[in-house]
């Protein structure tokens, strides 16, 4: 498991859930401090499970004082995420309440079949840090 500050503190991971349950997600959260989860796929529906769906995850990571927040904007296979799309986003994440450890999240278990990284990159970029694969 890896992440990596910023010259300020700030975190930037990445973390797949493929075909993993809601349990993985909550112990990566309580393990290393995440303050907001990012949720980069292009629908928030999960077809597989529950565990994935936008409103629980909204609940569930509320109730353990984690900002919940969606950017469809990062959310295309790794060939097709525009730059408009990553600038787009990039805004987004200027939003955030509490970005001192933001954990992108997408279905793809393999990071190489996402835009996550892409994403990472960019976002690491704007806090001066890198990023770093959860899995």
Excluded at 46 to 68: A, H, K, P, T
Excluded at 99 to 110: N, R, S, T, W
Excluded at 122 to 129: E, K, P, T, V
Aim: aromatic content about 6%.
């Amino acid at each position: 498991m890896g992440d990596t500050a910023s010259t300020d503190g700030r975190i930037v991971s990445t973390f797949g859930y493929g075909n993993r349950d809601f349990s993985w997600l909550h112990g990566l959260v309580a393990l290393t401090g995440v303050t907001c989860v990012v949720d980069i796929r292009a629908s928030t529906k999960s077809r597989w499970s529950s565990d994935w769906r936008e409103d629980n995850l909204r609940e569930r990571l509320g109730g353990m004082g984690v900002e919940y927040v969606t950017i469809p904007e990062f959310g295309h296979v790794k060939e097709d995420l525009e730059p408009r799309n990553v600038q787009a986003g990039i805004l987004r994440i200027k939003e955030i309440q509490n970005p001192q450890h933001i954990l992108l999240l997408c279905a793809e278990k393999d990071e190489r079949r996402c835009s996550r990284g892409t994403a990472g990159v960019a976002i690491a970029r704007l806090f001066g840090s890198q990023v770093r694969t959860v899995s």
